[in-house]
């Protein structure tokens, strides 16, 4: 009987480039992965974490994406976008921020991720400046972090209802800043600039050549007959503002994964040769959708917020009652954003063992960058059954822990 030799096994280090040691994540996802493996245990879970519509995509615009799909839109499409869409797109901003747009200024993309990585990406330089909301998206800090610019943090303050100091970010502003990034609704917060913010933070730009990222995802999802509104919108500033908005939170459709940026007709070849380069296109079909979510019927859009609304306020309320726990009012989104320090636990501590111990799945504030220590988020993207299920179990956790 022949016998061969074992070849010895070589292991080889894996060896990542230097700039994933600066790369960050998004927790609800990590958060979902931990609260489903407790859910194949057998434990019962109420989802408080992602931050996606519960809701299904209006009927008419899946319609339009089943039609798209049987007469042929399965093939590559213009790095930019369907230019149906991109027009669809402009006179929609056109309109609804009183403003001139035409299609040659907006770049479709798959999701709302890519504009805040592109823009990052063709703007700042290594040692550049990025000012940011903190506590804010996470990505905004992980791609400022990724490209090597500095991430600068501006803190958003509960008592100014999460909005921040602007003598703050006037100081902080310096010949390195290269883009300041504003969220409105926000998340994590909820909070929402009014027309005076956005013209106190205008003001403190003044002149300069600073470019502003306004992130509007949230823009159709403002409570109480509030208004929204961009910076975008003031003059002088058209040219210095990406708008970054899109279907995910409006219509439902976070998982046929299309947003938008409206930017100069001189940068947005720039941002679309980066699509070229990384996705080529956004899917032809979903795009034939998107022209009928923008241009057919809305009633889905105010069906949906005014239920995010009567959820927000009967969370709100039942956080209220609830020992350590106090939570102003959010105004926009669909984000509940408690303070916890009358618990004595920190934000991580506290959202873990609300997870394993009652089945709550919340987000640590600190997921949304330092200055979210002592708050907790939880979405209201769930029936109002389950949220008040939610509150009785945080208020059982709370009566034995506390």
């Given at each position: 009987?022949?016998?061969?030799?074992?070849?010895?096994?070589?292991?080889?280090?894996?060896?990542?480039?230097?700039?994933?040691?600066?790369?960050?994540?998004?927790?609800?996802?990590?958060?979902?992965?931990?609260?489903?493996?407790?859910?194949?245990?057998?434990?019962?879970?109420?989802?408080?974490?992602?931050?996606?519509?519960?809701?299904?995509?209006?009927?008419?615009?899946?319609?339009?994406?089943?039609?798209a799909?049987?007469?042929?839109?399965?093939?590559?499409?213009?790095s930019?976008?369907?230019?149906?869409?991109?027009?669809?797109?402009?006179?929609?901003?056109s309109?609804?921020?009183?403003?001139?747009?035409?299609?040659?200024?907006?770049?479709?993309?798959?999701?709302?991720?890519?504009?805040?990585?592109?823009?990052?990406?063709?703007?700042?330089?290594?040692?550049?400046?990025?000012?940011?909301?903190?506590?804010?998206?996470?990505?905004?800090?992980?791609?400022?972090?990724?490209?090597?610019?500095?991430?600068?943090?501006?803190?958003?303050?509960?008592?100014?209802?999460?909005?921040?100091?602007?003598?703050?970010?006037?100081?902080?502003?310096?010949?390195?800043?290269?883009?300041?990034?504003?969220?409105?609704?926000?998340?994590?917060?909820?909070?929402?600039?009014?027309?005076?913010?956005?013209?106190?933070?205008?003001?403190?730009?003044g002149?300069?050549?600073?470019?502003?990222?306004?992130?509007?995802?949230?823009?159709?999802?403002?409570?109480?007959?509030?208004?929204?509104?961009s910076?975008?919108?003031?003059?002088?500033?058209?040219?210095?503002?990406?708008?970054?908005?899109?279907?995910?939170?409006?219509?439902?459709?976070?998982?046929?994964r299309?947003?938008?940026?409206?930017?100069?007709?001189?940068?947005?070849?720039?941002?679309?040769?980066?699509?070229?380069?990384?996705?080529?296109?956004?899917?032809?079909?979903?795009?034939?959708?998107?022209i009928?979510?923008?241009?057919?019927?809305?009633?889905?859009?105010?069906?949906?917020?005014?239920?995010?609304?009567?959820?927000?306020?009967?969370?709100?309320a039942?956080?209220?009652?609830?020992?350590?726990?106090?939570?102003?009012?959010?105004?926009?989104?669909?984000?509940?954003f408690?303070?916890?320090?009358?618990?004595?636990?920190?934000?991580?501590?506290?959202?873990?063992?609300l997870?394993?111990?009652?089945?709550?799945?919340?987000?640590?504030?600190?997921?949304?960058?330092?200055?979210?220590?002592?708050?907790?988020?939880?979405?209201?993207?769930?029936?109002?059954?389950?949220?008040?299920?939610?509150?009785?179990r945080?208020?059982?956790?709370?009566?034995?822990?506390?």
């Amino acid at each position: 009987m022949t016998t061969f030799a074992m070849e010895p096994v070589t292991q080889y280090e894996l060896r990542l480039a230097e700039r994933m040691s600066r790369l960050g994540t998004e927790t609800a996802f990590e958060v979902l992965n931990k609260a489903r493996a407790l859910e194949r245990q057998g434990k019962q879970i109420i989802h408080l974490e992602i931050g996606e519509p519960d809701f299904d995509t209006p009927g008419n615009i899946v319609e339009a994406g089943v039609q798209a799909l049987k007469k042929g839109w399965t093939h590559y499409g213009p790095s930019a976008g369907l230019p149906e869409l991109r027009q669809a797109i402009a006179e929609e901003v056109s309109r609804s921020r009183g403003i001139k747009v035409t299609s040659d200024e907006v770049v479709v993309v798959p999701g709302g991720k890519p504009i805040i990585f592109f823009s990052i990406l063709a703007l700042a330089d290594i040692e550049d400046e990025v000012i940011y909301p903190n506590p804010g998206f996470p990505i905004y800090e992980s791609m400022i972090r990724y490209v090597g610019a500095k991430a600068v943090p501006i803190r958003l303050r509960e008592e100014k209802d999460f909005g921040f100091d602007v003598n703050e970010l006037a100081s902080l502003i310096t010949d390195r800043t290269r883009l300041i990034i504003i969220n409105s609704p926000q998340n994590p917060t909820g909070g929402v600039l009014t027309q005076q913010d956005i013209r106190d933070i205008a003001d403190v730009i003044g002149d300069r050549n600073i470019m502003v990222l306004s992130d509007e995802i949230y823009s159709r999802l403002i409570f109480d007959g509030g208004q929204h509104h961009s910076i975008m919108s003031l003059p002088g500033f058209q040219d210095r503002t990406i708008l970054l908005d899109g279907f995910s939170k409006t219509y439902a459709m976070t998982g046929w994964r299309m947003g938008y940026g409206v930017m100069r007709a001189d940068l947005a070849p720039h941002i679309t040769r980066l699509m070229t380069n990384s996705n080529s296109c956004t899917a032809s079909f979903t795009q034939v959708a998107g022209i009928e979510a923008v241009r057919g019927d809305q009633t889905s859009v105010d069906r949906m917020r005014n239920e995010f609304q009567r959820r927000r306020d009967a969370f709100v309320a039942g956080l209220n009652k609830i020992k350590g726990f106090s939570c102003r009012m959010p105004k926009g989104a669909f984000y509940v954003f408690p303070n916890i320090t009358g618990t004595g636990w920190k934000s991580k501590k506290l959202a873990d063992a609300l997870l394993e111990d009652a089945g709550i799945a919340g987000l640590s504030g600190t997921s949304f960058g330092e200055y979210g220590e002592g708050y907790l988020r939880f979405s209201v993207a769930n029936s109002l059954e389950n949220l008040n299920k939610a509150l009785e179990r945080i208020d059982d956790w709370t009566k034995k822990n506390l």
